[in-house]
């Protein structure tokens, strides 16, 4: 599976932002897509993934209320849309297919395939 982010920007707080992740090869129902992030010297933590079998989300507490994630299946394309941007949001973006765990879904341990990543920076 490969995975190419696209979207990242600069942009004020306040606005939104909407970044897209086109997937190459196969997905089953076992997996999950997830968006992940990784600000300068933390450590790389999941946003929100989506259930392949069902589609069904789930998001951290950082950005629940905040962004969406969604999938076009006939595109394979799965989207992170982003609304009240803060700086504190600032971080280079990865999308990643791996395997669906439900007790701790947006856990980087269990994706596998990962994206070269996207900038987004929020400027105050």
């Known amino acids: 599976v490969q995975l190419v982010e696209s979207g990242g920007n600069l942009v004020q707080t306040g606005k939104s932002l909407k970044l897209s992740c086109a997937i190459s090869?196969?997905?089953?129902?076992?997996?999950?897509i997830g968006w992940f992030r990784q600000a300068p010297g933390e450590a790389r933590h999941g946003i929100a993934c989506?259930?392949?079998?069902?589609?069904?989300?789930y998001y951290g507490d950082a950005v629940r209320g905040r962004f969406t994630i969604s999938s076009d299946n006939a595109k394979k394309t799965v989207y992170l849309e982003m609304d009240g941007l803060t700086p504190e949001d600032t971080a280079v973006y990865y999308c990643?297919?791996?395997?669906?765990?439900?007790?701790?879904?947006?856990?980087?341990?269990?994706?596998?395939?990962w994206g070269q990543g996207t900038q987004v920076t929020v400027s105050s």
């Open positions: 090869g196969s997905i089953f129902d076992g997996n999950a």
């Open positions: 990643a297919v791996g395997r669906f765990v439900k007790a701790s879904p947006l856990q980087p341990l269990w994706y596998d395939s």
């Open positions: 989506i259930s392949a079998r069902d589609s069904t989300t």
